[in-house]
């Protein structure tokens, strides 16, 4: 068994500062995307507060599949261009949501989110992994600062895959 860390950060960049360094201890030695994507995602969401969502969408060379998450049950297939995870991945950009009602075509898979984040996930030669997509229940609940702590945590997450 594995056993993370108890954080306890002063803030946001000390929390993914911890964060990364455990990603890159639970990752370490394993290569399997899921296995790395699932405990990825039990990691983040047993350390970060207010958030009621987290997850992979891995790319199948035509739309974005549903990979491992935590939360409640999610949409399965999201094509690129469509809602925020089909935004990300067609532009490759990071999107930070502040109101997800105020986006256009955001994909409602609970109801509770307001705010959301989802980082593109690239392979090093450019090619489309997925997404990691983070919602929240508060409005506004992700900055400059979530998003380039979660930047880290894919960098790390990438790289485990070799
Ligand atoms: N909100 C996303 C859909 C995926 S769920 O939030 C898990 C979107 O609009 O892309």
Redesign the pocket.
């Known amino acids: 068994m594995f056993q993370t860390a108890r954080i306890a950060a002063a803030g946001k960049p000390e929390l993914y500062a911890a964060l990364a360094q455990q990603a890159e201890h639970l990752l370490a030695g394993e290569r399997d995307r899921v296995a790395n994507a699932a405990n990825f995602a039990a990691l983040v969401w047993q350390h970060l507060p207010a958030i009621n969502?987290c997850?992979f969408?891995f790319f199948d060379g035509r739309e974005l599949v549903?990979g491992p998450?935590q939360?409640k049950p999610?949409?399965i297939r999201?094509a690129l261009g469509?809602?925020?995870?089909?935004?990300a991945a067609a532009t490759r950009t990071t999107q930070v949501v502040a109101d997800?009602d105020a986006?256009p075509?955001?994909?409602?898979?609970?109801g509770d989110?307001r705010s959301?984040i989802?980082v593109p996930l690239l392979h090093a030669d450019g090619r489309l992994f997925g997404v990691w997509?983070v919602?929240s229940p508060e409005r506004a609940r992700f900055d400059a600062d979530d998003q380039a702590g979660m930047q880290r945590l894919c960098a790390v997450f990438m790289a485990s895959l070799g």
């Not at 469509?82 to 935004?87: A, E």
């Not at 075509?105 to 609970?110: E, K, P, R, T, V």
């Open positions: 969502w997850g969408y549903v998450f939360g999610a949409c999201i469509r809602g925020v995870c089909g935004t997800v986006f075509g955001h994909i409602a898979c609970d989110s959301e989802v997509d919602d």
